[in-house]
């Protein structure tokens, strides 16, 4: 999250451009600002022209790897991060900076050692994310711009994984790229069920789908989980969209089917009442 200056006390260096601050109510920030950390420290920090960003709520596990990511790739998931709030148009977890800092550093220096290996859901990734992995792809190019460093086309789907994790209101749980990449495939062959069910081309760029695989994403995490399904609060507009729209009823039932083959747990009415209304706004986007 990004913050209104205020005065602030530098109390600890992570290194020379990004410090720990407390504010006049204590609470901590991570501040970005040139020079930052050459200072003795603790000293208040009052001049407003040397910050470049301010975040609240950073996982404070992160900020040990953050002493060892260069400046400049540092400044590239900046800019990455600010690219991808304003192309996804919506707040980014405060994390993704410091995680896709991290990340790209190491794939940084995979580079330099010339180690390469293919991310094998890499495909599914940029067809089930399209606006995401746009992002990333411009994002390769202001790592270069900020590194000389021109990353091989395969971080397009890790840098891709790092923004949807960013989205996720879980995006603090490390285990939720691993369950967002392992859901990619899945994704794709629920949005085939829906094509030949619906007899739909489904526009993967749309915001509908952006929407309804967020949905599809949520519910697979929780069949694969121990949570406990939905309860329903609404039976009467269950049976009321079934009965006004048969074909979504048909093709979420089918959806429902192969979820439940998959992870061997059935979806609540409730869910199936929310993936219905998801694919009637598929459908209308479709015959537009």
Known sequence: MYLEFRIMRIFKKINNNVALARDEQG????????????????????????????????????????SSILDDV?????????????????????????????????????????????????LEVEYVYPRESEVARRGLDIMWRHTGIRLPDHELSSIALHLVNAESADAHDPENIALIMKSAAVIEQVTAIVEREMDIN????????????????????????????????NAGLFAHVSESFPEAYRCALRVS????????????????????????????????
């Open 27 to 66: 609470r901590e920030s991570v501040v970005f600002a040139t020079g930052v950390g050459f200072p003795p420290i603790p000293y208040e920090l009052t001049d407003e022209s040397t910050i470049q960003r301010v975040f609240r709520d950073v996982d404070q596990g992160l900020l040990r790897a953050v």
């Open 257 to 288: 089917e192969f979820l439940c083959s998959h992870y061997g747990r059935a979806s609540s009415d409730e869910e199936t009442l929310y993936l219905m209304m998801y694919l009637n706004r598929l459908r209308s986007d479709a015959t537009r």
């Open 74 to 122: 540092l400044a590239a998931a900046l800019d990455i991060g600010d690219l991808a709030s304003a192309a996804l148009r919506c707040d980014l977890n405060s994390n993704l900076v410091f995680t896709l800092g991290d990340h790209l550093q190491f794939a940084v220096e995979r580079a330099k050692d010339g180690i390469a290996f293919d991310n094998p859901l890499a």
């Open 202 to 233: 489904v526009d993967r760029s749309s915001w509908g789908y952006a929407r309804f695989i967020t949905h599809i994403r949520y519910l697979i995490k929780r069949l694969s989980s121990d949570q406990d399904p939905i309860a329903s609060q």
